[in-house]
Protein backbone atom coordinates (compact mmCIF):
# COMPACT_ATOMS: atom_id res chain seq x y z
CA UNK A 1 0.00 0.00 0.00
CA UNK A 2 1.33 3.59 -0.94
CA UNK A 3 2.14 6.10 2.17
CA UNK A 4 -1.05 8.38 1.94
CA UNK A 5 1.49 11.30 2.75
CA UNK A 6 4.47 10.64 1.45
CA UNK A 7 5.42 14.68 1.91
CA UNK A 8 5.41 14.12 5.74
CA UNK A 9 8.54 11.82 5.39
CA UNK A 10 10.87 14.57 5.00
CA UNK A 11 10.21 15.49 8.34
CA UNK A 12 10.85 11.75 9.90
CA UNK A 13 13.93 12.96 12.00
CA UNK A 14 11.24 15.37 13.99
CA UNK A 15 9.59 12.24 15.22
CA UNK A 16 12.85 10.86 17.81
CA UNK A 17 13.74 14.53 18.23
CA UNK A 18 9.65 14.95 19.57
CA UNK A 19 10.00 11.42 21.80
CA UNK A 20 13.17 12.56 23.16
CA UNK A 21 12.09 15.87 24.28
CA UNK A 22 9.42 14.82 25.85
CA UNK A 23 10.71 12.05 27.23
CA UNK A 24 13.76 14.17 28.86
CA UNK A 25 11.11 16.79 30.54
CA UNK A 26 8.95 13.94 31.86
CA UNK A 27 12.33 12.13 33.53
CA UNK A 28 13.27 15.90 34.89
CA UNK A 29 10.20 16.00 36.25
CA UNK A 30 9.98 12.31 37.99
CA UNK A 31 13.16 13.45 39.15
CA UNK A 32 12.42 16.49 40.78
CA UNK A 33 9.20 14.96 42.79
CA UNK A 34 11.59 12.37 43.99
CA UNK A 35 13.53 15.39 46.02
CA UNK A 36 9.81 17.18 46.96
CA UNK A 37 6.27 15.66 47.27
CA UNK A 38 6.99 12.40 46.60
CA UNK A 39 10.13 11.80 48.26
CA UNK A 40 8.64 9.37 51.30
CA UNK A 41 7.06 7.49 49.60
CA UNK A 42 10.23 6.69 47.39
CA UNK A 43 12.13 5.86 50.35
CA UNK A 44 9.51 3.43 51.59
CA UNK A 45 9.58 2.10 47.85
CA UNK A 46 13.26 1.27 48.14
CA UNK A 47 13.17 0.62 51.76
CA UNK A 48 10.55 -2.61 50.60
CA UNK A 49 12.75 -3.59 47.86
CA UNK A 50 15.74 -3.82 49.68
CA UNK A 51 17.92 -0.68 48.24
CA UNK A 52 19.74 0.60 51.24
CA UNK A 53 21.17 2.79 52.59
CA UNK A 54 18.11 4.50 51.39
CA UNK A 55 19.68 7.97 52.26
CA UNK A 56 21.75 7.38 49.26
CA UNK A 57 20.11 5.31 46.69
CA UNK A 58 17.00 7.73 46.59
CA UNK A 59 18.63 10.83 46.23
CA UNK A 60 21.22 9.12 43.48
CA UNK A 61 18.08 8.13 41.51
CA UNK A 62 16.64 11.54 41.60
CA UNK A 63 19.96 13.21 39.91
CA UNK A 64 20.05 10.08 37.62
CA UNK A 65 16.71 11.05 35.98
CA UNK A 66 17.51 14.51 36.14
CA UNK A 67 20.95 14.18 34.25
CA UNK A 68 19.56 11.64 32.29
CA UNK A 69 16.11 13.91 31.10
CA UNK A 70 19.15 17.09 30.44
CA UNK A 71 21.04 14.71 28.01
CA UNK A 72 18.28 13.76 25.88
CA UNK A 73 16.86 17.38 25.75
CA UNK A 74 19.81 18.66 24.28
CA UNK A 75 20.38 15.01 22.27
CA UNK A 76 23.86 14.06 23.97
CA UNK A 77 24.75 10.73 24.31
CA UNK A 78 21.13 9.88 23.40
CA UNK A 79 21.40 6.52 22.90
CA UNK A 80 23.00 5.75 26.26
CA UNK A 81 20.45 7.84 28.49
CA UNK A 82 17.56 5.42 26.15
CA UNK A 83 19.66 2.75 26.95
CA UNK A 84 19.65 3.95 30.77
CA UNK A 85 15.94 4.83 30.70
CA UNK A 86 15.09 1.64 29.23
CA UNK A 87 16.90 -0.49 31.44
CA UNK A 88 15.08 1.74 34.76
CA UNK A 89 11.28 1.44 33.42
CA UNK A 90 12.27 -2.18 32.60
CA UNK A 91 12.50 -2.76 36.43
CA UNK A 92 9.98 0.00 37.00
CA UNK A 93 7.60 -1.77 34.78
CA UNK A 94 8.56 -5.11 36.61
CA UNK A 95 8.35 -4.35 39.81
CA UNK A 96 4.41 -2.52 39.21
CA UNK A 97 3.61 -5.75 37.42
CA UNK A 98 4.69 -8.09 40.26
CA UNK A 99 4.19 -6.44 43.50
CA UNK A 100 1.98 -2.99 42.26
CA UNK A 101 1.67 -1.34 46.15
CA UNK A 102 5.70 -0.80 45.69
CA UNK A 103 5.64 1.39 43.40
CA UNK A 104 1.96 2.58 43.17
CA UNK A 105 2.01 3.96 39.57
CA UNK A 106 0.31 3.05 36.71
CA UNK A 107 1.87 0.04 35.30
CA UNK A 108 1.08 1.65 31.41
CA UNK A 109 3.03 4.81 32.66
CA UNK A 110 6.26 2.35 32.86
CA UNK A 111 4.96 0.43 29.64
CA UNK A 112 4.63 3.99 27.68
CA UNK A 113 8.08 5.74 29.28
CA UNK A 114 9.71 2.04 28.96
CA UNK A 115 8.32 1.72 24.64
CA UNK A 116 9.69 5.56 23.97
CA UNK A 117 13.09 4.79 25.46
CA UNK A 118 13.78 1.60 23.30
CA UNK A 119 12.45 3.84 20.62
CA UNK A 120 15.08 6.37 21.00
CA UNK A 121 17.65 3.83 21.32
CA UNK A 122 16.95 1.98 18.35
CA UNK A 123 16.41 5.25 16.18
CA UNK A 124 18.62 7.59 17.41
CA UNK A 125 18.72 11.38 18.47
CA UNK A 126 16.91 12.71 15.56
CA UNK A 127 17.26 16.09 15.02
CA UNK A 128 18.57 19.16 16.60
CA UNK A 129 21.02 16.83 18.88
CA UNK A 130 24.59 17.24 19.38
CA UNK A 131 25.34 13.40 18.68
CA UNK A 132 26.62 13.06 15.43
CA UNK A 133 25.46 10.03 13.98
CA UNK A 134 28.54 7.31 12.63
Known amino acids: MLNPFPS ?3 YSLLAPFILRVVLGLIF ?8 K ?3 KRWVE ?5 GLNPTSLFVPLYGLLQIAG ?3 LIIGLWTQVAALGFAIITGIE ?7 GEVLKRDLV ?16 AGAYALDIPL
Not at 109 to 124: E, M, T
Open 28 to 35: IDLGILIF
Open 93 to 99: LYVEWSA
Open 109 to 124: FYLLLFVISVSILLAG
Open 45 to 49: SFEAL
Open 8 to 10: LLT
Open 69 to 71: GIL
Open 37 to 39: SEK
